[in-house]
């Protein structure tokens, strides 16, 4: 199983970045895909989840409305195109796939990191001038 992130950069506040994730080593569209990023001493935390089809998505509070994700069934690839970056969006950003159903005992499972079998290794972005 592979997750192998690409796109990420420096990029001027304000600025834009489309970051990438290509899968390989399981069955792509069974799962749903995630964003999480890890700022510098702060835990890992989500940005955006996709279901399996890409029909629907949701986001993070301080990403909705600056960024988008969406997948390639076909391609196994999964996309997130950032735009409006400011400095706290400075993380290293992660896919990762989730087999998961979309609900347990504790609310919405894909929010959290736990719920997430396969991980990239991240690739950093950084919002700077």
């Known amino acids: 199983v592979q997750l192998v992130e690409s796109g990420g950069g420096l990029v001027q506040p304000g600025g834009s970045l489309r970051l990438s994730c290509a899968a390989s080593?399981?069955?792509?569209?069974?799962?749903?895909m995630g964003w999480f990023r890890q700022g510098p001493g702060k835990e890992r935390e989500f940005v955006a989840v996709i279901s399996w089809t890409g029909n629907n998505a949701w986001y993070a509070d301080s990403v909705k409305g600056r960024f988008t994700i969406s997948r390639d069934n076909a391609k196994k690839t999964v996309s997130l195109q950032m735009t409006s970056l400011q400095a706290e969006d400075t993380a290293v950003y992660y896919c990762?796939?989730?087999?998961?159903?979309?609900?347990?005992?504790?609310?919405?499972?894909?929010?959290?990191?736990?719920?997430?079998?396969?991980w990239g290794q991240g690739t950093q972005v950084t919002a700077s001038a």
């Open positions: 080593g399981f069955t792509f569209r069974d799962y749903v």
């Open positions: 990762a796939a989730s087999s998961r159903g979309m609900y347990d005992h504790n609310g919405i499972t894909w929010f959290r990191p736990s719920a997430y079998d396969y």
